[in-house]
């Protein structure tokens, strides 16, 4: 009777351990499943958002590879790719849908107008080409965010239908085979300062901060016309020329 005493107590106590082993491997399991569910559970961001938080936006792209290679090593900074690249018939085709100009470019002016809209730099709204937008956007978020004595620092303009009076031979009549147009007229160039920094002035005042910010986002600053092109300098003078010459 003793031995068989011994025996089942020996059985329950292997039975205790048997249970204790069950009971411990279904705790582990239970805690592994909880932490995976949990770190699951934080990765299931809506996709979209996830792609909204990761992807860069064009003008950080376009920085990013102008930071990378120099914005004067960018095509509209050499004086033989740069004749190629702003031609009339070229901004017609990126910024007027390649109409076929009217006499007056009466037609390029409508369809540039059907594709404006606002932004506002140096505290004042002025007409931008939709293309442009996030150009332009980019360099009024770190314009805004640049701390500058800017006392004679003003916006005189963006959008303007006109000729390019230093390429036209002085013309500024539209309908004069003369008239080359200027890049105001597709919404893609701004003038910033022109008190202390005209057209044509023999020095300027522009702080570099403004033009470093502005090149870094696909922008050609008037002010290096003369040693990049042996012209005069136009220091208020800013264009966007990236996807205009893009290669
Ligand atoms: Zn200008």
Redesign the pocket.
């Known amino acids: 009777m003793k031995s068989v005493i011994k025996l089942l107590y020996m059985d329950n106590k292997f039975c205790i351990r048997k249970k204790l082993v069950y009971l411990l491997s279904f705790l582990f399991i239970l805690v592994v499943l909880v932490v995976a569910i949990g770190n699951s559970n934080k990765e299931k961001k809506p996709l979209s958002s996830r792609a909204h938080e990761n992807k860069p936006s064009v003008p950080q792209l376009i920085s990013a590879s102008i930071i990378s290679g120099n914005p004067l090593k960018q095509p509209y900074y050499d004086p033989d790719k740069s004749t190629r690249c702003e031609t009339t018939k070229r901004l017609i085709e990126v910024y007027a849908g390649g109409i076929s100009p009217d006499k007056c470019y009466k037609n390029v002016e409508e369809n540039v107008k059907a594709n404006l809209t606002e932004i506002k730099i140096f505290g004042r709204t002025v007409l931008v080409h939709n293309k442009a937008e996030p150009a332009f956007k980019a360099v009024a978020d770190e314009l805004a965010a640049l701390s500058i004595d800017s006392d004679h620092i003003k916006n005189d303009g963006a959008y303007l239908f006109r000729c390019n009076s230093n390429a036209s031979s002085g013309s500024t009549d539209r309908c004069s085979s003369d008239c080359l147009l200027s890049l105001?007229s597709f919404g893609i160039?701004i003038?910033i300062n022109s008190g202390h920094d005209c057209?044509g002035c023999t020095d300027y005042t522009m702080p570099m901060e403004i033009v470093d910010i502005f090149e870094k986002y696909g922008f050609r600053w008037?002010g290096r016309y003369k040693d990049v092109f042996n012209q005069k300098i136009?220091p208020?003078?800013f264009e966007y020329m990236y996807d205009l010459c893009k290669e």
């Open positions: 105001h160039a003038d057209n008037g136009d208020m003078h």
